[in-house]
């Protein structure tokens, strides 16, 4: 009886063991505290992102029970921009000059907003300003914009424009175009637009070190976060007053080797364009995971830029999680190996809540990957030994005597 309680004894440890096997496959977890419904969002800590794959292809939400683990499923939600680029139809109506410059009259058919238009010119170097007016009948005339610069410049060192004429929402039946120019602009496309996307939210992330070095007439600018952490927006803050437009490019590092010389970084491209005194300087790009970012600034001829310690900043990450069964709930992470997981929810097709109670996260812990049950001696007790090996002495005690008895 007692051979038989140990045995079932280790297959339930076995059993455990199983259960837990999953979860062991993984080196992070963290504790989920407040689940009182069904659907709640977890918001993803920075620290998570130092451990997990480049796609967040290892992360699961595991609960357990004293005989089972569980899977919750999750949609991965991030806080991408809303909304989108409406072109509104319009009529080019008119186009005339005076010794002010060149005008362009547009009529609006409906009685839509704008809050953007967009210019193409066949011209390929200039630098004009242009006003804008609205008018409902076209005998009253109000200012939209004023003085506000265009430009183009494409030479063998540069290639850039700017010709994106952005101003609140106005509306209006017709706008007028004033481009002052001494020569006519060949203007082949317009688009009037009304930018309803609602921008993105971020999280900023604090920079551990900025350094500026100038190299061969390039100003290489070096940004190292405290961590690796999910990137899509830089800023840089220029503190020249004069003109400037000077190509860019935005690198990061996505991979590095120990040497006897001290790291080698391999650097993955991000985005390029243009520094500009007519712009914000700032850049958004597909999300990457990185901790150590590079700007170069082509200078080439001219005197370094200014330039101060940039902001960079991240979408906010969350899962929407939906928890079906009571249990002890860890959201864990860092599997190389995993791939992503494929739930019925992030199929389309569901009714999913909104405004959900976010759950307390506890502090991340390792996951022990040592766990072993080591199954107990049959027989512990030695009596028990000795008394088999009696029977068996026993028996071939007897069984010889029989054979003797049988050769008499």
Known sequence: ?????????????????????????????????????????????????????????????????????????????????????????????????????????????????????????????????????????QQEWFTVLEDYRILSIKNNQTDYSFTHLNFPNAKYRYYRLLVKSDSQPNLVHSSLNLDSIIPAKYRDYAIETFDVIQENKNSVITIDLKARLPISYIKLDVSDKVDYYRPMEITYVSDSVKTEKGWRYRYSALTAGTLSSLEDNTFKFKTVLAQRLQVLVHNYDNEPLAISKPEVKGYTHKLLARFDKPATYFLVYGNQNARTPIYDISKGGFKLPENVAALILDKPEPISKNTTVEASPLFENKWWLWGIMGIIMLVLGVFTLKMVRKEN
């Open 1 to 137: 009886m007692r051979t038989r309680t140990k045995i079932a004894t280790i297959a339930l440890l076995g059993f455990g063991v199983a259960s837990f096997g999953q979860i062991q496959n993984y080196d992070k977890q963290i504790r989920l505290s407040g689940i009182t419904e069904q659907w709640h969002s977890i918001a993803l800590p920075d620290t998570l992102f130092a451990d997990v794959q480049n796609g967040l292809a290892d992360i699961r939400v595991y609960g357990v029970t004293e005989i089972d683990t569980l899977e919750a499923p999750y949609l991965l939600q991030v806080s991408h921009s809303k909304g989108d680029l409406s072109k509104i139809d319009f009529k080019l109506i008119n186009s005339s000059s005076n010794k002010n410059g060149y005008y362009y009259t547009y009529e609006i058919p409906t009685s839509k907003s704008i809050n953007e238009i967009q210019l193409s010119f066949k011209d390929e170097n200039f630098d004009w300003n242009v006003t804008l007016e609205g008018s409902q009948n």
